[in-house]
């Protein structure tokens, strides 16, 4: 496997500080997905975000539109850190 050619510490950097439609979740004292990973397996985890892909890309046509998409996005990005980390790429790689 290829190496990519952002590192993941940038990667995360432009979605951790970014909410999609609101402050709701980044008002919160703990973050739901900080919560999801200390209770969720790797595998929940992962299923959880693979499955939120699927519904926003989903839904797009029919309710949010390009905001949809966004919030699609968000949840790839965290797949992609998180299965990064798995496969041992740490934020500074």
């Known amino acids: ?3 990519p ?3 993941y510490a940038d990667f995360k950097s432009m979605f951790s500080n970014s909410q999609v439609g609101g402050t709701h979740y980044k ?3 703990i973050q739901p997905w900080e919560a999801m ?3 969720m397996t790797p595998e929940e985890y992962i299923g959880y975000h693979k499955g939120t892909i699927i519904s926003y890309i989903a839904r797009e046509h029919k309710k ?3 905001q949809d998409l966004y ?3 968000h ?3 965290e797949l992609i850190n998180f299965i ?3 496969n041992g790429h740490q934020a500074t790689d």
Do not use: F, L, P
């Open 37 to 39: 990973k200390a209770w």
């Open 5 to 7: 050619k952002i590192s």
């Open 27 to 29: 008002d919160m004292h």
């Open 64 to 66: 949010g539109g390009v």
């Open 75 to 77: 949840h790839y990005a």
């Open 84 to 86: 990064g980390q798995q």
């Open 71 to 73: 919030k699609g996005s």
């Open 1 to 3: 496997m290829t190496k």
